[in-house]
């Protein structure tokens, strides 16, 4: 019980780390600057972040979501990503690969799966925030995801050319169905970078989880938008992004979409 709960402690504060990263790419990437050298640092008056004013959620609270120099205030997306991709590290390694349970009996392929999975949640977090703000999703990250799955597909399907040919198709065909509705509306009902997304969406996914990814997102963005409309946050025709909706169905899928595919075949019969 007591090592249950350490490693938990662990992973969480691990996920806390990435998700300070995460927040480096999600403020650099939009903005063209490099991310692998150099200090974070203030985006109002350019001074260096000392270290210890760094550690994820705790300098945040310490420095009570201010800046050490100029006070200016430091925006709430840095906590949330931190504590965000905490829990969904935890939930990967527990839920998804129930890892505290089996970890005596890992092999090569569990920590392969493991890793492409953990990538690809912590990569949909950057798109969830950066598509939210800026209305853009990265080749830069939607790419290197695509060839990891692609690698993985390629290394653990020797005996499963079904499973091959069903993500392939899936990836095919969830983008050429973005695609027609990018065409039809002119990129106003949606992004290209939305189209390269859900690429990657079938190939994670598969039939028929990509299906259940495609009505949370589109359910969830109606409802998110009927409700941006209430509050006159929005206006009826604006373009609203997309991405973080197909970001968050795809998680929601990977966690439970044969539990929601269950569910709604009882519902259904």
Not at 137 to 161: H, M, Q, R, W
Not at 213 to 231: E, S
Request: hydrophobic share 60%; charged share 10%; with cysteine.
């Amino acid at each position: 019980m007591i090592l249950s709960v350490f490693f938990v402690f662990v992973v969480f504060v691990f996920g806390l780390c990435v998700g300070s990263f995460l927040n480096v790419l999600i403020y650099r990437l939009p903005r063209g600057l490099g991310f692998v050298k150099g200090r974070s640092f203030c985006p109002h008056c350019k001074r260096k972040i000392n270290w210890f004013d760094n550690i994820p959620l705790i300098s945040f609270v310490l420095l009570k979501g201010r800046c050490r120099f100029c006070h200016s205030p430091i925006t709430w997306r840095y906590p949330i990503v931190e504590l965000v991709t905490g829990l969904i590290t935890l939930l990967i390694l527990n839920f998804k690969f129930q890892i505290f349970n089996q970890f005596l009996n890992l092999n090569f392929q569990i920590v392969f799966d493991l890793v492409c999975y953990l990538i690809l949640a912590w990569a949909l977090i950057v798109i969830f925030f950066i598509d939210l703000e800026h209305q853009i999703i990265p080749d830069e990250v939607v790419y290197p995801i695509v060839a990891l799955f692609l690698l993985k597909s390629v290394l653990f399907s020797f005996n499963t050319g079904y499973l091959i040919l069903n993500t392939f198709l899936s990836a095919v065909g969830a983008s050429l169905f973005l695609l027609l509705i990018y065409l039809v509306t002119k990129g106003k009902g949606m992004g290209f970078g939305d189209v390269k997304l859900a690429f990657l969406m079938g190939l994670v996914l598969g039939f028929p989880k990509i299906v259940v990814a495609f009505y949370l997102a589109f359910l969830t963005g109606a409802f998110v938008g009927i409700i941006l409309i209430l509050v006159r946050k929005a206006k009826f025709g604006q373009k609203i992004a997309f991405g973080p909706f197909l970001a968050l169905s795809t998680i929601i899928s990977v966690l439970w979409g044969e539990k929601i595919l269950s569910l709604a075949l009882k519902v259904l019969l």
